[in-house]
Nanobody, 122 residues
Framework: QVQLVESGGGLVQAGGSLRLSCAASGRLFSRYAFGWFRQAPGKEREFVTVINWSGLRTDYTDSVKGRFTISRDTAKNTVYLQMSSLKPEDTGVYYC???????????????WGQGTQVTVSS
C-alpha cells in the first residue's frame, strides 16, 4: 500500500492558478496509476484526472480539459495537478489516490491522501 501526502490547496480568485502536489512513499511507486478526485459541498466525489504508471496515458473529465494538467515525477515520487483558469465550480476537497490498475472509478483506488481544500472565489 502506498502512503500519500497532499499539499498546495488554498484560496484563489476566479481565473487564478494552483498546483497541487501528492508525495508518495514506497518503493513500488512506478507500478501504480495515480488519480485526482474532488468533492464539492453537497455532492458526491467525482473523478478529475488519472495518469498511468508510465506517465504516457492520461484522461480528464470534460469540465477540466484544457485547464488542468496531471503529471508525475518518478525520481521524486510525486504526482502533480496543475490547475489554471480556475472557476468557482472547481471548489471542493481534492484527493489524490493510487491504484494498481488504470481507472476512473474511485472504488478501484486503494490508497488515498487526506484531501486538500481548494476554494475559488468569484
Amino acid at each position: 500500500q502506498v502512503q500519500l501526502v497532499e499539499s498546495g490547496g488554498g484560496l484563489v480568485q476566479a481565473g487564478g492558478s494552483l498546483r497541487l502536489s501528492c508525495a508518495a512513499s514506497g518503493r513500488l511507486f512506478s507500478r501504480y496509476a495515480f488519480g485526482w478526485f474532488r468533492q464539492a459541498p453537497g455532492k458526491e466525489r467525482e473523478f478529475v484526472t488519472v495518469i498511468n504508471w508510465s506517465g504516457l496515458r492520461t484522461d480528464y473529465t470534460d469540465s477540466v480539459k484544457g485547464r488542468f494538467t496531471i503529471s508525475r515525477d518518478t525520481a521524486k515520487n510525486t504526482v502533480y495537478l496543475q490547475m489554471s483558469s480556475l472557476k468557482p465550480e472547481d471548489t471542493g476537497v481534492y484527493y489524490c489516490a493510487a491504484s494498481g490498475s488504470y481507472s476512473a472509478t474511485a472504488a478501484d483506488f486503494d490508497s488515498w491522501g487526506q484531501g486538500t481544500q481548494v476554494t475559488v472565489s468569484s
